[in-house]
């Protein structure tokens, strides 16, 4: 399958309704503090708290006949990947780093993976979960790597251009790349002058080093607060996509993201994990770049612990 405005609408029709049309709306109160317009597309309110159920949900439908699944996760696309194989009686296997959020892990249990811990990071879990694949003969997901998983990421674009006002600007995180080129590819199609500036964590840089350079980048290491984006080894067809549908990327540093977080939390009213707060981070560093300009951007994950909200909020 190819990624493509009209796969997008087709997911739109066969996801889950309870992962789409999400809230999306601005906040004066925000709005004044930055001096620009943001609509904030809130992506939390759902049984696993994130947007990752968009694209599992259409990815499982769409191969259902499968036995099972193994793919590797930091913890959002495991849940959304368990949520959907659950609902499709597929068993699946999870990988995850050994330093991985346990709220996420737990979560991924509860609703019925088989998990298994390995690595010291993400990439080194999605390493021994291709082995484990190769092994077993089961077919591995890769988040950003089927277009059927950006195609369901898609409809958050599709639904955005349903706003009273087209964007001028996206403000996209970016981990695996699935969710930028899902939004991308349709924003882009509906309304071409829109600009779509990913955004990564600067101890994460790969992603926007390897989009740059035109070429994959990896990097020794990942060290952000941001474990849903800490990528440093990118996915090749994620970024032969972004070559086409991103305009620009920038970093936002972990102090960055902790402040857009309390910002969010004090004046919406919403716990958003590091990794889904780096738009506002962004719009809230470079703000003087959108002065006067309509900007969306995506809320798309809220799994803290209870110490991270009470160290971090």
Not at 39 to 56: A, D, H, Q, S, Y
Not at 253 to 265: E, F, K, P, T, W
Request: hydrophobic letters at 45%; aromatic letters at 6%.
């Amino acid at each position: 399958m190819e990624l493509s405005p009209q796969i997008i609408e087709q997911a739109a029709k066969s996801i889950d309704p309870i992962f789409l049309n999400t809230p999306q709306f601005e906040l004066d109160a925000l709005n004044d503090l930055l001096g620009l317009r943001l609509v904030l597309k809130v992506e939390t309110l759902n049984p696993i708290r994130c947007f990752k159920g968009r694209g599992t949900d259409y990815f499982v439908k769409q191969n259902a006949d499968a036995v099972s699944f193994v793919c590797a996760s930091a913890g959002n696309f495991g849940q959304g990947m368990a949520y959907a194989c659950q609902k499709q009686a597929i068993p699946l296997t999870v990988f995850a780093a050994e330093t991985a959020n346990p709220l996420k892990l737990e979560r991924m249990k509860q609703l019925g993976a088989d998990i298994r811990l390995a690595g010291t990071d993400f990439d080194a879990a999605k390493d021994a979960a291709k082995a484990y694949a190769l092994a077993n003969a089961q077919p591995f997901v890769e988040d950003g790597q089927a277009a059927e998983i950006a195609a369901g990421a898609g409809t958050i674009g599709l639904e955005l251009g349903k706003y009273p006002a087209p964007m001028d600007t996206l403000l996209v995180p970016v981990g695996n790349g699935a969710l930028i080129n899902g939004i991308a590819t349709w924003y882009k199609h509906s309304h071409p002058g829109t600009t779509v500036i990913g955004v990564v964590a600067a101890g994460a840089p790969a992603m926007d080093l390897s989009w740059r350079q035109g070429q994959r980048v990896t990097t020794e290491r990942a060290e952000t607060i941001a474990d849903g984006i800490a990528v440093r080894n990118p996915v090749p067809e994620a970024l032969l996509s972004m070559a086409a549908t991103v305009d620009d990327i920038v970093q936002v540093s972990d102090d960055a993201i902790l402040n857009a977080m309390r910002v969010i939390h004090g004046l919406v009213g919403i716990v958003v994990e590091p990794a889904g707060a780096v738009g506002v981070a962004a719009a809230m560093t470079a703000k003087d770049r959108f002065v006067g300009r309509l900007v969306a951007t995506p809320l798309c994950g809220s799994n803290l612990t209870e110490t991270q909200v009470a160290q971090w909020l």
